[in-house]
């Protein structure tokens, strides 16, 4: 039941910052909703960006709790492995963690697209009501819950790969400190 509630708050916190960020867009004219072009959108509540993101395996700001908090992801270090100065063994797993990753977030993300197709799909045909509409939200949200997880646990497998110095240069070299 926690993840249920987890995955409510990320869809509500998702759902927030993609409308704010459209409030500040081009549709955001005096007397025109922020939402102004969103309702050509395949899902309604998906931009293209969040599509493309989703079925590749992007992490979207999911992890910024570890990401922020001195856990590195497996991305950002390959990003940074020469900065770094990753030894052999340590970009081999770093590798690894990342295609795994990758991997398992396009699958999570396929059911986030799912999730919230058939939400959207839901009201577009007219078949809203109040138990559909529960069980389709809190399935959204479950998925994204699951995506959020996942890109959260491989940070906290990243830090068992580098070594404590490592870690200060890479919060150093991504400007949190």
């Known amino acids: 039941m926690k993840l249920r509630h987890l995955g409510l708050i990320v869809s509500a916190l998702w759902l ?61 270090v390959l990003e940074l492995a020469d900065r770094l100065a990753l030894n052999d063994s340590q970009r081999t797993k770093t590798q690894a963690l990342f295609d795994e990753m990758k991997a ?13 197709t058939k939400l959207d799909r839901m009201f577009q045909h007219g078949h809203a009501d109040k138990n559909t509409l529960k069980e389709r939200t809190l399935a959204a949200a479950e998925a994204w819950g699951r995506l959020r997880a996942h890109h959260l646990g491989y940070h906290f497998e990243m830090v068992k790969i580098l070594t404590p110095e490592q870690r200060d240069a890479y919060n150093t070299a991504r400007g949190y400190k």
Do not use: C, F, W
């Open 104 to 116: 398992g977030a396009i699958k999570l993300g396929q059911n986030v697209i799912d999730a919230e």
């Open 16 to 76: 927030l910052a993609a409308t704010g960020a459209a409030a500040s867009g081009p549709h955001a004219h005096k007397g025109q909703s922020p939402y102004a072009g969103m309702e050509d959108r395949a899902i309604k509540a998906l931009g293209s960006d969040d599509m493309d993101e989703l079925m590749n395996g992007k992490g979207m700001g999911l992890a910024l709790p570890a990401e922020l908090n001195g856990y590195p992801g497996p991305a950002h």
